[in-house]
């Protein structure tokens, strides 16, 4: 029958056939009123009698339901209760989770920018619910005669008929979602129909319908009664299926916005020596327990998602629905592990294919899921969590994610490269050794020190530095942030090169940092806090703009395409920064993604230096939609960025756009005299 149905509801004549049939009945329905074979009465009718019998089906009804609401419901709760405790959690700051509630929930805010008309539609039902709760309990105390709400009073009046409009808000709302789901059927909603889906709209529909049509019975008391006793069966069967269903999030989401880990993508700290990521279900926590129960399955993590989005296995909403189905079937105390180890072994499996390790270490930690999610997931700590349990246990094993932390281990830098090569370029550079008299201290990560293309970017910001006045001085010697360790779940690499850089700054009286890299920036100020506390520091974009006016203006007029680095736009909320400084150089286009939907470079995460990719390669996409936006040059404010992008750009034919940083946009403008050392 299920089969059936898929089939046709995927045939689109029978999607026509279904819209038309809603068509003429929706036609009907409103042809009836209008030609008043139906009448319409301002005041809701309700029965005003009800027999001991019906009391004691409705008591029998309501226990029933309640009863198996709490068979899935209690089991969920101890699931989520006997996680382990989140060692870091804290309700600091309960201003921003008060203004997240209001947001979130109350407005449906996020629900709304990401996803305008269905958002629209989803708040509706979800507003129009909470305008019934008082009309549902109102509802159910009639019976007993501890009705607080009468038809008859003004008060009781005013309440029905403002819930009538929302009755309608509703039933138009869910039929419109119901036609999305069913008939229009967007990919990232998933391949599978959701039939409890389309059960709940019914439901829904049919609550709304059976309270509007008592305003259209007047007092016969037949028809009164049957509608009440129909809304209060709709009730009855409703209640049941929440924690059954997706619709769990009606329960759970106003808790998970309210409890979500302060800060956007953040790696929570390890709980103890003995604690080495999420390996197994007893390292799974309270926070992510109830943060995996909560998912309405909307797909836009998956939407977003730039490895979901070039053929690869990962899919952030799998990865979330992997951890709940493992807690449902294993429980929190599980030793069975988390992540299934190849791929290839788990071809035929779905859900085990979603779970595994090849997923988990596809992500580029760009953020978009985490952004996305209108429910308060927070993806990252599950799939760094997973990479945790994969490295620190040495299960995870790949040549280059070695080859990498041995190059962080020896030589201190992601490139491996000799801690000589940097010296040189410093020499050359002519950049002062930072001795505790400068204002700044430059820093210029593994990009800036050994990247030819990041050198160019970093003698190009120094030059800017140099025009303000500005004094600076790079450390004698630096260690990379441990940025990739740690985002590829290397957390003793990571501690080392943390607890080094911030030895480093200590000793040389460092005050404020400034760097060319937002990942730098990131690592810096948020993750080496695990550790300490760093100095202040800033990304040229930011340093920049509060110096725009001081700096010369040479608009060419040439078209320029910014693109917005993952770790400086959703992980800093630094967006209208570079973009000063573009529009000072040329005319600035936008790219089709932009700002927090921007598209990802592939690099994050520690992706840039693992082997090839599967599938498309996600500069490549990337690279092609701000070369389709007709700019002439790509302007970008990461050195990570600037690099995927110049592969990409170098295969698309013979005259792709320029490619630029913010700062060699800035430079360009500077007197030549200003130029100073080789590169
Ligand atoms: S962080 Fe980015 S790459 Fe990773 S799962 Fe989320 S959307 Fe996909
Ligand atoms: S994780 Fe969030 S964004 Fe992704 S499907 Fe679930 S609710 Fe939607």
Redesign the pocket.
């Known amino acids: 029958m299920r089969a059936a149905l898929k089939e046709a509801l995927s045939r689109g004549w029978v999607r026509m056939v279904a819209l038309v049939c809603a068509a003429t009945v929706g036609a009907r329905i409103a042809g009836a009123v209008l030609s008043s074979e139906i009448h319409f009465s301002a005041t809701l009718a309700e029965p005003g009698k009800f027999s001991r019998l019906e009391v004691a089906l409705l008591l029998i009804g309501a226990g029933i339901s309640i009863a198996l609401f709490f068979r899935r419901f209690g089991p969920i709760l101890c699931i989520i209760f006997r996680s382990k405790k989140d060692k870091d959690f804290s309700l600091h700051p309960i201003g921003r989770r008060m203004w997240d509630f209001f947001w979130e929930v109350l407005c449906q805010g996020k629900v709304i920018r990401q996803r305008p008309l269905p958002g629209l539609a989803h708040a509706f039902v979800f507003w129009g619910f909470l305008a019934f709760a008082l009309v549902s309990l109102n509802h159910l105390a009639n019976p007993f005669g501890l009705a607080f709400l009468r038809p008859a009073s003004y008060v009781g009046n005013f309440y029905f008929l403002f819930a009538a409009i929302w009755a309608l808000l509703v039933a138009v709302s869910i039929t419109a979602l119901f036609v999305r789901r069913f008939l229009a059927r967007p990919i990232w909603l998933g391949e599978k129909l959701s039939y409890e889906s389309g059960v709940i709209a019914f439901l829904i529909f049919l609550l709304m319908v059976s309270y509007l049509g008592a305003f259209f019975v007047g007092d016969g008391g037949a028809a009164v009664k049957a509608l009440w006793w129909m809304h209060t069966l709709t009730l009855l069967v409703f209640l049941p299926l929440i924690p059954h269903t997706k619709h769990l999030?009606l329960v759970l989401?106003p808790l998970t916005v309210f409890l979500k880990r302060d800060g956007f993508s953040k790696i929570p700290p390890l709980s103890s020596d003995e604690d080495f990521g999420l390996i197994a279900g007893k390292d799974v926590t309270q926070l992510i327990s109830l943060?995996v129960y909560?998912?309405?399955?909307?797909?836009?993590?998956?939407e977003h998602c730039p490895a979901s989005n070039t053929g690869k296995v990962l899919n952030?909403?799998e990865i979330?629905?992997g951890v709940q189905s493992y807690l449902n079937q294993s429980g929190p105390a599980s030793d069975a592990p988390l992540l299934t180890e190849a791929l290839v072994e788990s071809r035929d499996n779905p859900p085990a294919r979603y779970m595994s390790m090849e997923a988990a270490f596809e992500c580029t930690t760009c953020g978009s899921?985490e952004y996305?999610?209108?429910?308060g997931?927070q993806?990252l700590p599950i799939i760094i969590g997973l990479r945790r349990g994969a490295t620190n246990t040495g299960a995870w094993e790949d040549t280059h994610g070695t080859k990498l932390f041995l190059a962080l281990e020896k030589q201190g830098n992601a490139l491996g490269l000799s801690a000589m090569e940097r010296d040189k370029f410093i020499q050359k550079q002519g950049f002062p050794i930072f001795d505790g008299t400068q204002e700044y201290c430059l820093w210029l990560g593994c990009m800036g020190g050994y990247d030819p293309k990041g050198r160019e970017i970093v003698a190009d910001f120094a030059r800017v530095m140099r025009y303000l006045g500005t004094s600076f001085g790079v450390l004698k010697k630096e260690k990379c942030t441990g940025d990739p360790a740690r985002r590829l779940g290397n957390d003793l690499a990571f501690q080392t090169m943390a607890e080094s850089g911030l030895k480093s700054f200590e000793a040389t009286k460092v005050q404020k940092i400034v760097s060319i890299c937002p990942h730098c920036v990131r690592t810096i100020s948020n993750d080496w806090r695990e550790y300490g506390i760093a100095p202040e520091i800033e990304h040229h974009s930011e340093f920049m703009a509060r110096h725009k006016d001081r700096l010369p203006q040479q608009n060419s007029g040439e078209s320029i395409v910014y693109h917005d680095p993952c770790y400086l736009g959703r992980y800093r909320d630094v967006y209208e920064e570079p973009r000063e400084i573009v529009a000072r150089a040329g005319e600035l286009v936008e790219a089709p993604r932009s700002h927090e939907r921007s598209f990802c470079c592939g690099a994050g995460g520690g992706l840039a230096f693992l082997g090839e990719e599967t599938g498309e390669r996600v500069s490549h996409v990337r690279a092609a939609e701000l070369v389709a936006t007709g700019a002439k040059i790509v302007s970008t404010a990461c050195p990570f960025c600037n690099t995927m992008f110049r592969d990409a750009l170098s295969s698309m034919g013979d005259a792709p756009p320029q490619l630029l940083d913010i700062a060699q946009l800035t430079a360009r403008a500077l007197p030549t005299m200003q130029k100073t050392g080789e590169r």
């Open positions: 999030h989401s943060q909560s998912c309405v399955e909307c797909g836009r993590c998956t952030p909403k979330v629905l899921c996305q999610c209108p429910v997931i993806h």
